[in-house]
C-alpha cells in the first residue's frame, strides 16, 4: 500500500498546483502514464511485495505495459492540455500569434483552419482543462514556435479560472486516503 499512498500524495499536490490558478500546459502523451499507467504500476509493485518475489510473468506484464505506453504517447503526439484556462482565453492567444505570424486563417467554432496549408488546429473544453490538438499541423515548419509562443502568452494572461472539479478531486483523493487507513486498521 506504501506505493499508492505515494501515488495519491503525487496527485494531490498535483491538483493542489492547479488549485493556486497558474496556468500549466503539459503534453497529453505525459499525463495518459501519470493517470492511469501509473497506479497500475504501482498497485503492481504493492501486490509482489505482499506476494513475495515476482516471476518471468511480471516482465511480460511490465512490456506489455510498455508497449502499450509507447503506442499511446504515439499517437497522442501533438495534443496539449492547459488548465486554468477558458476557451475563449485560447481562441484569442491561437488568434493573435497566428497573426503574428502572418498566417492566413478561417476561425469556425473551435477551430481555425490554416488557409494556406489546408489543415487546421482545434481545441475542445473539459471539466477542468482545455485540449488543444495540433497534431494536424506537425509536418509544418512552424509548429514548435506555434508551441512555444502558446506557452509564454498563456502564462502571461492576466486573468485565470479556478475550475471546481479540482476541489472536488482533492477531496475525493482525501477520502480515499482516509477510507484506506480506516479499513486498513
Given at each position: ?127 477542468d482543462a482545455i485540449k488543444v490538438d495540433l497534431q494536424k499541423i ?37 477520502l480515499g486516503i482516509f477510507l484506506i487507513w480506516y479499513f486498513k486498521g
Open positions: 500500500m506504501r506505493f499508492m499512498y505515494g501515488y495519491i500524495a503525487i496527485l494531490i499536490f498535483f491538483h493542489l498546483f492547479l488549485s493556486t490558478g497558474r496556468k500549466l500546459m503539459i503534453p497529453i502523451a505525459y499525463e495518459f502514464p501519470i493517470t492511469f499507467i501509473t497506479p497500475i504500476v504501482f498497485g503492481m509493485l504493492d501486490l509482489f511485495i505482499w506476494l513475495g518475489p515476482p516471476g518471468r510473468e511480471l516482465f511480460i506484464l511490465f512490456g506489455i505495459l510498455f508497449l502499450c505506453l509507447l503506442l499511446v504517447a504515439r499517437e497522442l503526439r501533438g495534443r496539449y492540455i492547459l488548465y486554468n484556462l477558458d476557451s475563449q482565453m485560447i481562441s484569442d492567444v491561437l488568434a493573435s500569434i497566428l497573426e503574428k505570424m502572418g498566417i492566413r486563417y478561417e476561425h469556425k467554432g473551435k477551430t481555425f483552419i490554416l488557409q494556406d496549408f489546408n489543415k487546421s488546429i482545434s481545441y475542445e473544453e473539459s471539466s506537425r509536418d509544418l515548419p512552424f509548429y514548435k514556435e506555434i508551441i512555444t509562443e502558446l506557452n509564454l502568452r498563456i502564462r502571461e494572461l492576466e486573468s485565470t479560472i479556478r475550475p471546481m472539479s479540482l476541489v472536488l478531486h482533492i477531496g475525493f483523493m482525501v
